[in-house]
């Protein structure tokens, strides 16, 4: 557990916090709520308003949108007042926009890291201005972890073993080699990274899964065809793609279309998301298998933001519970889908 708050606040929350090194902001505050007088000429508790600046990657893909959705709506439910930048998928946009909240001494930063590495610097410069700082969505690789007080996100590595062992099962009796192509996610970053681990971990136990070709395709559906496109001309028999997200898997989806090709029977194609479309095209049997990663993450930050400020314990990692589906279950699920 990690607890952060706001300085100025009770004492014993302030020692509790330094004792656990957190820090407060530079306004020389360190509590949610401060004393005003009241008409009876007592004093009043009133709560302050919080100010969240969320650095979020880009609008690459429908993942991406709904998740944009769910942070803005919630932050509004929530009374916050919320700075949101849109980096449009470029790490040195971050850390602007990072360093901005910390000149306008936001309460709060959160950040959807584009990529893994290279955050030390402007958390350092976070974390001495007072500013916490929650991971969502995405991790980070610093080896410090006193400089953010959570991450809220799903297990990418547990997506990528959940596709790899739906695949060796389909192949569990394969007598021949299965050619498997592999549209990888924003070089560099977590959900790439990790769903190329945990899939690989997992396939490596039946030797006839062959990964012949691996790329990335950006998260985007147009550069998800544009790879395909090249991944057909390049090899004869593909037999399995398995795309980092849907909007790949929908961009290669066109592209195999374009070859003459079935998707979902030629090549059995598995992707990760479920969003709406990809959900839309599992259930006409495009694609075959479908790890869900949810992006309706603004409800469980707004509560993370309110207990960071309020120097409540926070859980050191959050990770959002999710499921699988294949075409049959997709069609189950659609008409209910919220994104
Ligand atoms: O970080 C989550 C990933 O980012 C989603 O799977 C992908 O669609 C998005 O762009």
Redesign the pocket.
């Known amino acids: 557990m990690k607890t952060f708050g706001k300085m100025g606040a009770v004492l014993a929350l302030t020692l509790s916090m330094a004792m656990l090194g957190a820090c407060g902001n530079s306004n020389g505050g360190n509590t949610a709520a401060t004393k005003a007088p009241a008409a009876n000429g007592g004093t009043k508790t009133e709560a302050k308003e919080i100010t969240l600046g969320f650095s979020q990657?880009?609008a690459?893909?429908?993942?991406?949108s709904a998740?944009t959705k769910s942070i803005q709506d919630s932050a509004k439910e929530a009374g916050y007042t919320l700075k949101f930048s849109d980096a449009q998928q470029k790490q040195e946009n971050q850390i602007k926009a990072l360093r901005s909240f910390i000149q306008q001494k936001v309460d709060v930063i959160s950040f959807?890291p584009v990529v893994e590495s290279g955050w030390d610097t402007v958390l350092k410069e976070a974390k001495a201005a007072g500013i916490p700082v929650v991971l969502t969505?995405?991790a980070v690789d610093s080896k410090d972890t006193s400089l953010y007080v959570t991450f809220l996100?799903?297990d990418?590595v547990e997506e990528g073993r959940k596709a790899g062992e739906w695949l060796s099962e389909q192949y569990k009796d394969a007598s021949e080699d299965v050619n498997i192509v592999e549209l990888q996610?924003?070089t560099g970053?977590?959900?790439a990274n990790d769903r190329m681990s945990g899939f690989a971990e997992v396939i490596k136990g039946n030797p006839h899964l062959k990964v012949i070709a691996s790329q990335t395709g950006d998260?985007t559906r147009a550069k998800g065809k544009e790879v395909m496109q090249a991944f057909l001309k390049a090899n004869k028999d593909i037999d399995v793609l398995y795309a980092?997200?849907?909007?790949m898997a929908l961009g290669a989806i066109q592209a195999i279309e374009a070859a003459g090709l079935k998707p979902g029977e030629d090549i059995k194609i598995i992707s990760?998301?479920a969003?709406k479309d990809g959900m839309q095209a599992a259930s006409e049997g495009k694609i075959n298998f479908i790890v869900e990663?949810n992006?309706l993450l603004g409800p469980q930050l707004m509560q993370v933001v309110q207990d960071v400020v309020d120097g409540k314990p926070v859980e050191a990692r959050i990770v959002t519970e999710e499921s699988t589906f294949t075409s049959e279950q997709a069609k189950e699920a659609l008409p209910s889908r919220q994104y």
């Open positions: 990657v880009g690459e893909s429908g993942w991406r998740n959807s969505d995405r996100g799903s990418f996610g924003t970053s977590a959900p998260f980092h997200n849907d909007d990760v998301d969003v990663c992006p």
